[in-house]
């Protein structure tokens, strides 16, 4: 077995292949997928009224998503931040994950924490 070209383990990837299988994940993707549209107006709501600095994070990879929709996220995640007071908010990329990996691998997730202190220490007293 071979996901994103790494070997993986088999009975790690029988269990993933299961969930992926499951009506819970459906049910789960479903309820995900039906929240976009409120999540999208939250945040433009959001950055309607910021009265302070923001840090937006995504994810970087995101090749399963068309380039328009990953053109529209990445847009999104533009407005919030220029929105808010600039230049003090920020936005960053987590290069090596994807939706589910944000903070449930452990480098990812090193990687957003380092991300949110640098932040929060940029922000003046």
Same mark, same amino acid.
């Given at each position: 077995w071979r996901i994103l070209a790494k070997k993986s383990d088999p009975a790690e990837m029988r269990e993933t292949l299961d969930w992926l299988a499951s009506p819970a994940y459906m049910n789960s993707l479903r309820e995900e997928l039906g929240s976009i549209e409120g999540i999208k107006a939250e945040i433009a709501n959001t950055a309607a009224v910021l009265r302070h600095p923001t840090l937006s994070l995504i994810a970087g990879i995101g090749k399963h998503i068309p380039e328009k929709d990953w053109a $529209? @996220?990445? =847009? *999104?995640? $533009?407005?919030?931040?220029? #929105?808010?007071? +600039?230049?003090? #908010?920020?936005?960053? /990329? @987590? $290069?090596?994950? $994807?939706?589910?990996? *944000? /903070? #449930?691998?452990?480098?990812? =997730?090193?990687?957003? =924490?380092?991300? @949110?202190? +640098?932040?929060?220490?940029?922000?003046?007293?």
């Open positions: $529209d @996220i990445r =847009g *999104m995640h $533009d407005r919030l931040a220029a #929105s808010a007071p +600039a230049p003090l #908010s920020q936005f960053a /990329v @987590i $290069d090596a994950a $994807d939706h589910s990996t *944000m /903070v #449930s691998h452990p480098v990812n =997730g090193k990687d957003v =924490g380092e991300r @949110i202190l +640098a932040f929060l220490r940029s922000l003046p007293r």
